[in-house]
């Protein structure tokens, strides 16, 4: 029986090893987290019909029939008034519906007539006119062009690209956690769905690397910037992860050795992590907190009591080790301690609670504002342009902080003293004309 042949693409290992349901990669199907945040802007726009008269001229006619088009306000005179619009404007308009919400019940009717009318230079242009808000700073306008363009073609690898980076940008100029955390997922989940569905576009796992990497996910970051070193033919940059790749070896294997104290191989995390009892990490608290719990659990009570205290003096109020210490001395009858601890416990727990409740607070009342109100234009962000080889190669220097140190995230930037963002409008027009 002779072997399958296999592509080139295969031999050399790019080939996608992983390919997610539809409903999980495509914008239209998949959960929105960041909608809210766009659907403001959907309060510009009111919806007509097109006249019969129109739609039998138009080759997307019988697509049209009892879609409602979103028009700015300021459109409805001259639609009203008989003037006419150009059909681009109304597919500027479509796009930015789109992009404000995916899940909107016309967006299907809204990628079907703009398909049936324009060809794939559509979509690029709204890839483009996101990439154009962002070098200005206006972040929203440019995640709902990208947005749009994935709606148009969810796999499109220069939208998947921007609309990850873009996500990105916005986190790190927020201090909102309800708002960070809602785009860093975002921002994750794209650059993952990007180098699953494009494996040999190098600059997807560079970025990748570094979401692992603030994440703690240390195997991780390994893992990608390794597949980075692989597809990258930029020296400028894969030096610059070689760099990380070093830094990240000790911590990596910190990591290993509390992934295998979590699965119950005692002995052997303890193996892994004992040596850094005496290096540099002798200060990082989780290290004596796994060790700890593998002392306890494989009989060595009295090492497990000193891992405890120790994390205590490192982190004072962390609620786990005071747990296990309350267990410990409960289960050898020192009522003193354990009283102690309980004691602790619950005040450390009431005042969390209390600080948990006035945060909550803040961050709804924060949220609502980001929710209603336009925000000010941020630093412009540079997202690379080219051809995706030409992508790979660029150097995105925001990545790199001032110190050196491994988190790539650097301080907010303080926003611009801006006037309210001006939409740029006939964008699409200017870029590809009348058909």
């Known amino acids: 029986m002779s072997k399958e042949k296999k592509s080139i693409a295969q031999t050399m290992g790019i080939t996608r090893t992983v390919i997610r349901p539809r409903e999980e990669c495509d914008i239209q199907l998949r959960e929105d987290r960041i909608g809210k945040y766009f659907r403001k802007y959907l309060n510009k726009f009111v919806f007509v019909e097109f ?24 459109e409805i005179k001259d639609f009203a008034g008989g003037e006419g619009i150009d059909m681009l404007v109304l597919a500027e308009n479509m796009a930015w519906v789109m992009g404000c919400d995916p899940h909107f019940k016309h967006t299907k009717d809204y990628v079907a007539i703009l398909k049936k009318l324009y060809n794939y230079k559509l979509y690029e242009g709204m890839m483009k006119e996101g990439r154009d808000a962002a070098e200005r700073g206006d972040m929203d306008n440019a995640c709902i062009h990208f947005r749009a363009s994935l709606c148009m073609q969810y796999n499109y690898l220069h939208s998947m690209y921007s609309y990850a980076r873009a996500c990105r940008a916005m986190y790190l100029h927020s201090r909102n956690e309800e708002y960070v955390g809602r785009f860093k997922a975002e921002s994750l989940d794209w650059f993952e769905l990007l180098v ?26 390994d893992i990608t910037w390794r597949e980075f070193m692989r597809f990258s033919h930029n020296n400028k940059d894969k030096k610059e992860i070689r760099k990380r790749l070093d830094q990240i070896t000790e911590p ?88 102690k601890y309980r004691e602790k416990i619950k005040l450390i727990e009431a005042a969390m609670e209390e600080e948990h409740q006035q945060h909550l607070e803040e961050i709804q009342e924060e949220d ?23 992508m790979a190669d660029a150097v995105p220097s925001d990545a790199k902080d001032d110190t050196g140190e491994l988190s790539e995230e650097s301080a907010d930037p303080a926003a611009e003293n801006a006037d309210e963002p001006k939409e740029k409008r006939k964008g699409l027009v200017k870029r590809f004309g009348k058909k």
Not at 51 to 74: C, H, N, T
Not at 263 to 274: N, P, Q, R, T, V
Not at 368 to 386: A, N, S, V
Request: negative net charge; aromatic residues 12%; charged residues 30%.
């Open 196 to 221: 699953e569905t494009h494996p040999r576009f190098a600059q997807g796992y560079y970025y990748l690397g570094y979401a692992y990497l603030n994440l703690g996910l240390y195997a991780k970051a």
């Open 368 to 390: 609502k504002k980001l929710e209603e109100e336009e925000p000010e234009l941020m630093e412009p962000e540079h997202i690379d342009t080219g051809d995706a080889d030409k």
């Open 252 to 339: 990596r294997q910190i990591e290993a050795g509390c992934n295998e104290i979590t699965a119950g191989k005692y002995e052997d995390g303890i193996s892994l992590l004992e040596p850094f009892l005496t290096s540099r990490f002798n200060d990082w608290w989780p290290l004596h907190y796994y060790l700890g719990v593998a002392y306890e659990m494989t009989g060595r009570r009295s090492e497990a009591v000193s891992a405890f205290r120790k994390v205590l003096q490192l982190n004072g109020s962390h609620l786990e080790t005071m747990k296990e210490l309350m267990a410990i001395y409960e289960d050898e009858g020192d009522r003193e301690n354990t009283r």
């Open 51 to 74: 006249s019969e008269e129109f739609m039998q001229k138009s080759k997307a006619g019988d697509l049209m029939r009892g879609v409602p088009i979103p028009l700015r306000k300021k």
